[in-house]
């Protein structure tokens, strides 16, 4: 419903697409051509200073590179005697420092996303002697920037044909503290081993990133950020090469190879119950891929048996593709299992993302903030999530907030923002209304929360009083408004005297909002500040699929679980569940010692339930969920539980909130772990 002219820089927020312009480069550049018109011009004072400057400025608007040409073909322009008979030799300096020029400008603007290219690519010198069989290796120019350049040529003990395709170097450097004499990591860069499907070859420039935001947990094709240099610009010196990356062919040999035995065939299925290849041992994973050929859905695990392949050479990715092409998925969620980074290959992940478009939207939904995270692997030609997002509105909102939130991760803050604008793109009109008005409720939650939170504590009501006004002319303006915890949740407004704040550290606020939809009945929903959301999001979205599981066998174990929504950093949206109370209030209602009686939950049920029917059903709901919990938090190691965040409704479901601590990562109180 948009059929409004665009610019993707609009769309991608707080993101200069180019810091240097073909508009300044050209300006420059014609500098540069005048002081040479006027270096042969001008014969009776004659001087080279002019050109050289104006060559160091090309060079300085160039990230600071200065090329080994460039230096070579400087000095020697130096070295030339500026008298007329040595025209010929000052023509021959000149054009040796234009083309190091030319060639300096090519590879920024191959290295980095610039808005120009040469009309006419240098030459480049002839190709090494590089096959599949060589060994990985090149050499290290210089750090720009910083007053050191080295010459090393690294060469690893790797034949190429033995790394995967979507391999990435990473590159750090090293310094000596002069304090402590130790040796240090400064920076670091990393690169793909294969860019567009080619060897990487020539000049390169890297940016280096400083070491206190290394990722220690993955390097991926979209960690390597080619917008713009940062400040220290490292230059390596591949082999010229125009060697490409040659797929391999599916093919799977099974040889001479005897049919197992019905004893193997019941070891290949246990070990297929492991579902993970971490819990694998060497000699188990030799045993999975000797016998790869026996393998199938129905005895075993397409990611435990590709995982257990011994390398990623031509041979072996040929024998794992024979495997895919021939796998049925009993499935598709198995096939979740193959976007991890233990498969870096594009053609398996393909096939996987062609198993999971096989999802309804309300699996996918389930398992959508796994899939955002995958996309740092994904190609972006695999649009599958956009086309759902077409397809399902809640799928749209929910993969919106998870795009935004997801731009907190530092390192691929860019990579998120430009999904983003595609989903924007996508969306349309009215959804990006409905987007706007969400953040725009978002930020002025977060500045209510923030001067609560701050105020003193006998002003901190009268604060919040007048702070809720800010909501209240929102809601004029807007008229209604989407909730980010749910689209389908419409409200109109607040209702102030219902709003408060919890006395915890972080102050967080309930906001009781009026819906649009049902006429009774207010939408409480909590904003909270200073507190990571997304593991809360990821521990109750565990819940709900060990809860579907349960329902898939039949068993209903009356779960609540909750809607939570981290919003941005440190920030976000938990729903309340209607007619809930913690274990503690109904505990302080009977007394001092209402925790140690016996009967004490038994009369808040007959409180709220005077009918034996309600009651004994109430008892029931009670039975069910406490036990479901127990094996919830048993299964997850949840920690820090007491009478605060164990919740029951007037139904007699009990549920668990706040899972700050899981995994067993138990706070301790002396020596007793909580």
Not at 67 to 81: E, F, G, N, S
Not at 174 to 182: D, I, T
Not at 235 to 242: C, G, L, R, V
Not at 562 to 571: A, D, E, I, N, V
């Amino acid at each position: 419903d948009d059929q409004r002219w665009f610019s993707v820089n609009q769309l991608l927020e707080d993101h200069c697409a180019w810091r240097l312009t073909q508009q300044n480069l050209v300006s420059i550049l014609m500098k540069y051509r005048g002081q040479v018109e006027y270096l042969f011009q001008n014969e009776q004072q004659r001087t080279v200073d002019n050109v050289i400057e104006v060559a160091k400025a090309i060079c300085g608007v160039l990230c600071f590179v200065e090329t080994r040409d460039i230096t070579a073909a400087v000095q020697k322009l130096r070295a030339v005697p500026l008298v007329k008979a040595q025209v010929t030799l000052i023509e021959a300096a000149v054009t040796e420092l234009s083309m190091a020029i030319s060639c300096l400008i090519h590879v920024y603007s191959s290295s980095f996303d610039t808005n120009f290219q040469l009309a006419s690519i240098p030459k480049s010198p002839s190709c090494a002697d590089i096959s599949l069989d060589s060994q990985l290796s090149f050499t290290v120019y210089a750090a720009h920037n910083i007053p050191e350049t080295w010459v090393d040529r690294i060469n690893f003990p790797l034949r190429i044909k033995a790394l995967p395709r979507e391999t990435m170097l990473t590159i750090k450097l090293l310094g000596v503290n002069s304090a402590s004499k130790n040796t240090e990591v400064l920076a670091w860069t990393c690169t793909p081993l294969y860019p567009k499907e080619r060897l990487i070859h020539g000049t390169v420039l890297l940016s280096m990133t400083l070491y206190s935001t290394l990722t220690t947990t993955m390097i991926t094709p979209g960690i390597c950020s080619t917008d713009t240099p940062t400040s220290v610009v490292l230059q390596i010196d591949f082999p010229e090469t125009d060697l490409e990356f040659i797929k391999p062919e599916p093919e799977e040999g099974r040889g001479d190879l005897e049919e197992p035995t019905k004893d193997c065939l019941k070891h290949i299925t246990r070990l297929s119950q492991t579902h993970s290849l971490l819990l694998l041992s060497e000699q188990q994973r030799r045993i999975l891929w000797f016998y790869r050929s026996y393998c199938n859905d129905q005895n075993c695990s397409l990611p435990l048996v590709l995982g257990s392949a011994p390398s990623w050479d031509q041979t072996t990715v040929s024998e794992m593709y024979g495997v895919l092409r021939r796998w049925r998925f009993f499935n598709p969620l198995e096939a979740l299992g193959l976007l991890t980074f233990s498969f870096p290959d594009q053609d398996i992940r393909r096939r996987a993302v062609q198993q999971i478009e096989n999802l309804t939207n309300d699996e996918l939904l389930e398992y959508l903030p796994q899939l955002v995270q995958v996309r740092k692997k994904l190609l972006a030609k695999e649009v599958f999530l956009l086309n759902r997002s077409l397809q399902s509105i809640q799928v749209a909102h929910q993969l919106y907030w998870l795009l935004k939130n997801a731009q907190n991760e530092v390192h691929f803050k860019i990579w998120y923002q430009k999904l983003l604008a595609a989903l924007q793109f996508c969306a349309g009109k009215s959804l990006n209304n409905e987007f706007s008005k969400e953040e725009k409720l978002i930020r002025i939650l977060e500045d209510i929360a923030e001067k609560v939170k701050a105020a003193s504590d006998p002003k901190r009501k009268e604060v919040l009083k007048v702070e809720l006004n800010k909501l209240q002319r929102f809601f004029q303006e807007v008229k209604v408004c989407r909730l980010p915890l749910n689209p389908a949740l419409v409200v109109q407004g607040i209702e102030a005297d219902s709003c408060s704040y919890f006395t915890s550290n972080a102050f967080p606020l309930k906001i009781s909002f009026i819906s649009a939809n049902v006429p009774s009945g207010n939408i409480n929903v909590i904003f909270k500040i200073g507190d990571d959301l997304r593991q809360d999001m990821l521990v109750l979205q565990i819940i709900r699929v060990m809860d579907s599981i349960w329902l898939q066998e039949g068993l209903d174990m009356q779960m609540i679980v909750y809607r939570c929504l981290s919003t941005g950093k440190s920030q976000g949206l938990v729903q309340m569940v209607p007619d809930a109370t913690t274990l503690a209030k109904i505990h302080r209602k009977s007394g001092l010692i209402g925790p140690l009686k016996e009967n004490t939950i038994k009369k808040w049920f007959h409180h709220h339930h005077p009918l034996e029917s309600s009651y004994q059903e109430a008892i029931r709901n009670f039975f069910y969920s406490c036990a479901g919990w127990c094996v919830v938090t048993f299964i997850l190691g949840v920690c820090d539980r007491h009478s605060d965040n164990i919740m029951l409704t007037n139904a007699g479901h009990m549920f668990h909130i706040d899972f700050g601590r899981f995994l067993g990562h138990a706070q301790t109180f002396g020596s007793i772990r909580r």
